[in-house]
């Protein structure tokens, strides 16, 4: 393709600062964020034809909860399936019908709003907002880690901790806006969805506008790759579907699914179980406040696991995550049962960290594993361990609680047997960590391989 | 391998606002959710 949201053009020039790089990825990262705080939307779409209460003809909770769900589902797939292109087009192109997708995914869904037609919402949030969160997600992802051969860990980790924080703004900024839109005759949420397409459409262009990809070949001034190499990183490349032949992909699949299903499976309990076990003690209000507090863990945790995995290295990372992860998770209950609340609220706070380091260092291992030349792809195909987790989880963690309650155990106690279960999965995790060795060599690009999806990086960079 | 020179390096003033352009968003938001999570100590 040529133009300008082509890859030859989006070179950087001579001078360009990589450092420029971080904060465009963040400005698609911010945004995309906000499908994590949707659910502040759900009280007033229950309301938009009753206003003040719902009506007969309002929307159900149960009908708008597939939103989400549809938004995730496509998130997935989009990731999965747009990856081979994304290595082809390069990611200003696909920042740019990220942005189109995500944007006008509120457009659509604001139209849906106003007609009061579900489908719309689902249309446009769901699919093809849920298309623009995938493209988004994945798209800055490998050209960091080009940008940062040095530092891919603290690279990725900055990225996807805007993922995290993206929640933070949009939760408030929706109130914000519904707030000042609302009326006697209307909800705001028609208003509020086209205002923050609009915010969302013009803050994901500046970040395809600015993102440059390295010229071939490209290191840091002053730079130069480690001489001791370290085995569990590679400086050849796989094809991005030849890694779907290796084992290490399935392992990275599991030790990445495993980590996000005993994280979301306790994530969206969080509330709820702080308030059976410490009843009396806890609130609704200081329940949420909870909530906030592990959404602010896992947001610092994406970026500090992600950029302690530079100088730990990725593997003892997920060690770290799956030891005292699964340490942290037998331990819960019995901080329940002491009545130590304090202890409790930490160590929950520690699994959030790990659970959001999960995700953000999972790009720089692709990375040692399969090579750069791919990464972007590969980490889109694997983020279906990601859509996975995300329906295991909470159906795991659910089912569970109410086994136990219908079996009579107590409501506090209930969640015992889960963070057991939970723990009992990261020991699986770890065994699949341990088990990932380097790539054979039979999997890696030879000489010419490149011409099917560039123009850029050329054939020698495949064997250096 | 390349040791690309900076010849024409990206003006510093740009970079800082770029920066600031994602950090100012991010800080109100993680500002508003402190405030929520001091609800739990309150």
Not at chain 1, 1 to 11: D, I, L, P, R, T
Not at chain 1, 275 to 287: C, R
Request: proline fraction near 5%; charged fraction near 10%.
């Amino acid at each position: 393709m040529s133009g300008f949201f082509s890859k030859q053009h989006s070179v950087a020039q001579p001078g360009y600062s990589r450092w420029l790089v971080p904060p465009a990825a963040l400005s698609v990262h911010l945004c995309i964020g906000q499908a994590y705080a949707f659910s502040v939307f759900n009280d007033p779409l229950t309301r938009v034809i009753g206003v003040g209460s719902s009506a007969s003809d309002d929307w159900k909770l149960t009908t708008l909860g597939w939103i989400f769900s549809l938004a995730i589902v496509f998130l997935g797939l989009s990731a999965a399936f747009g990856g081979k292109w994304l290595e082809k087009v390069g990611p200003r192109l696909t920042m740019f019908v990220a942005a189109c997708c995500f944007g006008g995914g509120f457009l659509i869904s604001a139209l849906g709003v106003h007609l009061h037609e579900i489908w719309l919402i689902y249309l446009g949030y769901g699919v093809i907002g849920g298309i623009g969160l995938g493209l988004g997600y994945v798209s800055p992802v490998s050209t960091l880690i080009k940008w940062f051969p040095d530092r891919r860990g603290m690279a990725t980790g900055m990225a996807i901790m805007g993922f995290g924080g993206g929640a933070m703004i949009g939760a408030p900024l929706s109130v914000l806006l519904m707030d000042h839109f609302k009326s006697a005759e209307s909800v705001g949420v028609v208003q509020t969805f086209l205002v923050m397409g609009g915010l969302y459409f013009c803050s994901m262009m500046i970040g395809a506008l600015t993102i440059r990809i390295p010229p071939p070949n490209w290191q840091p001034v002053g730079w130069t790759p480690p001489v001791v190499q370290n085995k569990m990183i590679t400086d050849k490349h796989v094809h991005i579907d030849q890694a779907l032949k290796t084992p290490q992909f399935y392992l990275l699949w599991l030790v990445l699914c495993l980590n996000v299903t005993a994280g979301i499976g306790v994530l969206g309990q969080a509330s709820v179980m702080i308030q059976e076990m410490f009843k009396g003690l806890v609130t609704p209000a200081s329940a949420a406040g909870f909530v906030g507090l592990l959404s602010l863990f896992n947001m610092g945790g994406r970026f500090f696991w992600s950029s302690a995995s530079d100088f730990l290295g990725r593997k003892n990372t997920y060690f770290i995550f799956f030891v005292v992860g699964a340490g942290l998770y037998a331990t819960i209950p019995s901080m329940g049962m002491a009545g130590n609340m304090a202890l409790f609220v930490l160590l929950y706070a520690l699994i959030m960290s790990m659970y959001g380091g999960g995700f953000s260092t999972i790009p720089a291992y692709l990375a040692d594993i399969f090579g750069t030349r791919f990464v972007g792809g590969i980490h889109g195909r694997l983020l279906t361990a990601w859509s996975t987790a995300g329906v295991l989880g909470p159906v795991l963690v659910n089912y569970i609680r109410e086994y136990q309650i219908g079996q009579g155990v107590a409501k506090a106690d209930a969640y015992n047997v889960t963070m057991y279960i939970m723990a009992g999965l990261l020991v699986v995790g770890f065994i699949a960590n341990l088990s990932i060795r380097p790539v054979h060599e039979k999997h890696h690009m030879k000489h010419g391989d490149f011409d099917e999806l560039d123009g850029i990086y050329p054939a020698d960079d495949a064997e250096h | 391998m390349n040791q690309i020179q900076p010849t024409k390096p990206s003006h510093p003033i740009l970079l800082v606002l770029f920066w600031l352009y994602v950090l100012i968003p991010l800080s109100w938001g993680v500002w508003s959710t402190i405030k929520k999570a001091l609800a739990l100590f309150g």
